[in-house]
């Protein structure tokens, strides 16, 4: 075979694997969407690869690296480039998603999840016990909620936003089926018996509370609920 052919062969040869190369490039371009990077991951200085741009995945990193900041400082201590940075993402996401400092805090409390929809309610002389079992039927293994309200105490934004989300979610709705003039009052100390049963119990694990069983559990604190329930006699 003359030089020459042998020459153009090679080139032609060339070509073809540039082209294939080119054309293997362009699919993963396409097939891979745009991230959300950190600044520090824009200069190189991630130990991690970009998080793919995902706005419920997004969300999610975010409310995560809130309630870990929040449940392990105090609400002072935490700021938002802390959790953006946590997250992995730019700090302008967070504003984005979750608005203010106060609003991602409520977040991290409820979990990200909006009120519960309206549920039959038991006959009045059951509800201690149904909602004792309710209460102790909750998943306990993670708790960070707990430990995200142990922190809010001695902040007062902290305070409001909370005083604010336990209103809303539980004194107001169950203070309107109790009734009478001191209904909010009744579920106050309700909420408030339930946080306590939440703190020692789920918390700190206080060894009576954990060594009971569950249905001796509800039979005693459905008592102390529908005591306040039914409120004082006379």
């Known amino acids: 075979m003359p030089d020459d ?9 060339q070509e073809a ?8 490039q362009s699919a993963r371009e396409q097939a891979v969407p745009p991230v959300e990077e950190t600044p520090s991951a824009r200069r190189g200085g991630g130990r991690k ?11 999610a990193a975010i409310l995560e690296a809130a309630r870990h900041a929040f449940a392990h400082g105090s609400y002072d201590q935490v700021g938002l480039r ?25 977040a ?26 309710r209460v102790l039927s909750l998943d306990d293994s993670d708790p960070t909620r707990l430990l995200v309200l142990h922190h809010a105490v001695g ?13 809303e979610r539980f004194i107001r709705p169950v203070g309107a089926f109790i009734g009478g003039p001191d209904g909010e009052l009744r579920a106050s100390l309700i909420y408030s018996l339930l946080a306590g049963f939440g703190m020692m119990g789920r ?4 060894e009576p509370i954990a060594a009971t069983e569950k249905e001796a559990l509800v039979a ?7 005591a306040y329930f039914d409120g004082a006699e006379g």
């Open 82 to 106: 802390n959790i953006a940075a946590r997250a992995r993402v730019d700090v302008a996401l967070v504003g984005r998603y979750f608005g203010s400092k106060e609003d991602l805090f409520e």
């Open 49 to 59: 690869p970009p998080r793919r741009r995902d706005a419920e995945a997004t969300k």
């Open 220 to 226: 005693h604190v459905g008592r102390a609920i529908q």
């Open 5 to 13: 052919i042998r020459t153009r062969v090679r080139e032609l040869a």
């Open 203 to 206: 918390l700190v694990k206080l």
């Open 17 to 24: 694997r540039a082209t294939a190369r080119s054309a293997r």
């Open 108 to 133: 991290a409390i409820t979990a990200g999840k909006p009120p519960p929809p309206p549920t039959d309610l038991p006959a009045r002389a059951e509800f201690g016990v149904w909602l004792a079992r």
């Open 155 to 167: 902040n007062a934004g902290a305070a409001a936003v909370v005083r604010k989300m336990v209103m």
